[in-house]
C-alpha cells in the first residue's frame, strides 16, 4: 500500500477487547436464539466483574457482504461460514479476566442453550483502539463490521502496520465516520474458548486477523461511503496483504456494560 498524505489524526484511546463470534442454533427460529442471547445470556456476562464495557453486536441475517467486489480478495461472506453476532467485551485490566472467572463458568454452561457455534479472538490489552471521529453528541445510526484476513505468506508486522498505518489513517480522514474501532488479534487458539457441546471449528484458511467498526450517521451515508471511489481504492491497496474482507450489515449495537457499570437497561 502505499502512504497516504500526512493529516491530522483523530484522538485514540487504547483498550485490552475480545470479541466472540457467534452462531445461534439452527433447530429453533433464528430471532429465538437472538432474543435469548440478548435477554437471558446477557445478563451472565454483564455481571463479570472487571468489565469496562460489554456490547452486544446483532449482525443482519441477509448478510452477502458489504464490501466492493475486488479481484482476488473475498469479499462475498460464505452462507456457511456466515456469523450471527459478536460478544464484544472490555476488560478494566489485564487482570479482569481472572476476576471473572466464575461467571465465566455460568456462560461457559449457558452457551449450548442459544448458540451452536462460538469462536473467541483475542488481543493482547492496548491493541483495541477507540478513535475519536465524532462529538458524543453525534449519534451512530448505521454500522457495518469488517473482518480482515491475512494474505498468506504477509508477515503479522507487514499486516497490522497496514491496517494502522494506511488503511485507518485512511478512513478516519473521510470525515464520514461516527465511530471508528479496531482490533487486531492473537492466532485463534481453541483452548482459549471451548465451550461444552458447542463447536469451535475454525479452518486455518477460514480464520481472521484484525476488525473494524465503522460507525455512519444513517444507512444511506454508510451505502455511500462503501460505494465510494474511496473504498475501491482502499481495497485494491490492500490486495497485496489482505485475502478476504468481510464487512457485515449490523442490524444493532447494544450496549450492558459501560463505563465500568451495568446499566439497568441496554443502550441502542
Known amino acids: 500500500m502505499g502512504t497516504p498524505p500526512a493529516t491530522a489524526q483523530p484522538q485514540v484511546t487504547k483498550h485490552f477487547t475480545s470479541s ?16 435469548y442471547w440478548k435477554g437471558p445470556h446477557s445478563g451472565i456476562i454483564a455481571a463479570t466483574p472487571g468489565l469496562e464495557e460489554y456490547r452486544q453486536i446483532h449482525l443482519a441475517e441477509h448478510n452477502p457482504g458489504l464490501w466492493p467486489a475486488t479481484t482476488g480478495v ?53 491493541t ?28 503479522p508486522g507487514e499486516f497490522r502496520r497496514a491496517v494502522k498505518k494506511e488503511l485507518v489513517p485512511a478512513l478516519a ?26 463447536a469451535h471449528d475454525n479452518p486455518a484458511d477460514q480464520r481472521f486477523h484484525a476488525s473494524i467498526i465503522l460507525g455512519f450517521a444513517e444507512p444511506a451515508a454508510r451505502a455511500a461511503f462503501l460505494s465510494s471511489p ?24 447494544l450496549t450492558y456494560v459501560k463505563s465500568g457499570r451495568i446499566l439497568p437497561h441496554y443502550k441502542e
Not at 466472540?20 to 432474543?35: H, K, P
Not at 445510526?141 to 508477515?155: D, E, F, N
Not at 480522514?173 to 461444552?196: A, V, Y
Open 173 to 198: 480522514d473521510t470525515g464520514m465516520l461516527k465511530e471508528l474501532r479496531t482490533q487486531s488479534f492473537m492466532p485463534w487458539i481453541k483452548k482459549m474458548w471451548d465451550t461444552p457441546r458447542v
Open 74 to 126: 473475498e469479499t462475498a461472506i460464505p452462507a456457511e461460514r456466515k456469523i450471527d453476532g459478536i460478544a464484544e467485551v472490555t476488560f478494566q485490566s489485564a487482570l479482569s479476566p481472572l476476576k471473572g472467572r466464575k461467571q465465566t463458568a455460568l456462560a461457559y454452561k449457558d452457551e449450548v442453550n442459544v448458540f451452536r457455534r462460538t469462536l473467541l479472538y483475542a488481543g493482547p490489552p492496548n
Open 128 to 155: 483495541s483502539r477507540w478513535y475519536d471521529v465524532a462529538s458524543p453528541a453525534e449519534t451512530v445510526g448505521a454500522r457495518t463490521v469488517i473482518y480482515l484476513r491475512r494474505r498468506p505468506g504477509v508477515r
Open 20 to 35: 466472540v463470534l457467534l452462531w445461534v442454533r439452527t433447530e429453533q427460529a433464528r430471532q429465538t436464539g437472538m432474543d
Open 230 to 253: 474511496t473504498v475501491r481504492n482502499l481495497s485494491h491497496q490492500l490486495k497485496p496483504v489482505v485475502s478476504a474482507i468481510h464487512a457485515y450489515d449490523v442490524e444493532a449495537a
